[in-house]
């Protein structure tokens, strides 16, 4: 466990790049390095992680920390890939909010919302590249695109992604994919853990305006229980949902600042959850952090 937990806090200290760069960093650590994986397994992890919510190369490290230590190595893999990026979002977090009035820091605030600009562009003509490469695909882009323009909230967010999902299901059915069936191993969800994530994403919504603490953990809990794709798709759900908590220029700032250090992007609930409490920045950082995993 111990050497799990060294290994991916190292690749947590440089891993700077996004999802994709993760994945390759992954792969030459662990598959070509220290061969903890074959190549079959490791690409098996990915499309696994693809299918579930939540941040895949957060899952895909986690996946190869169980392999090699079981549950407390999934847990070590965890904690050390994400805790550099954890630690240096609170503290850009609360800087920010002790010297909102500094000049330097709103020089560095500013560089880095431009660099956010870049960084998104850049994603987002990725991805167009990528998934955009039938009538099928483009036809619920732009159909998706305008409905986001002309709705809001969560339900906007959420509905294109329902239909999207029923939309592919039943296109499968017209497709005959070439399957490697000896690279197929069978997955036997633990039912217990099913129940437990469908009843807190029940539960915590209806119990959440009682306290602060677990609206918190609410918002968070539900974006990245909503969530395929990555860092960069949680962005226009978790906007919405923390509407009245951190302002606009707050949410730009914490995106802007995820891009400024290593480890994985959901992290930037860290400085989030610092700034939707200024009294107690630790305490919300920490709860944003585990809530926005916690799906794992």
Known sequence: MLTVFWQFLVLGLCSFGGPAAHIGYFQQAFVVKN????????????????????PASSQLGMYIGYKKAGYFGSIAAFIGFTLPSFVLLTFLAVANNQFSGSVTVEYIITAAKLLAVVVVTDALWGMVKKNLISIATISTALLTMIWVTFSSGLFGQILPIIVASIAGFLWSFK???????????????????????????????????????IKLFSIFYQAGSFVFGGGHVVLPLLQPMLDGMVTDNTFLSAYASAQLVPGPMFTMASYLGASAIPQMPIMGSIIATIAVFFTW
């Open 35 to 54: 061969k903890w994986l074959s190549d079959e397994d490791f690409t098996q992890a990915i499309a696994l992680c693809q299918f579930l919510p939540g």
């Open 175 to 213: 497709t005959q994919p070439i399957v490697d069936k000896h690279l197929i191993k069978p997955i036997r969800p633990h039912i217990g853990l099913v129940v437990i994530f469908s009843g807190l994403l029940i539960l915590l919504p209806l119990i959440a305006a009682t306290n602060e603490n």
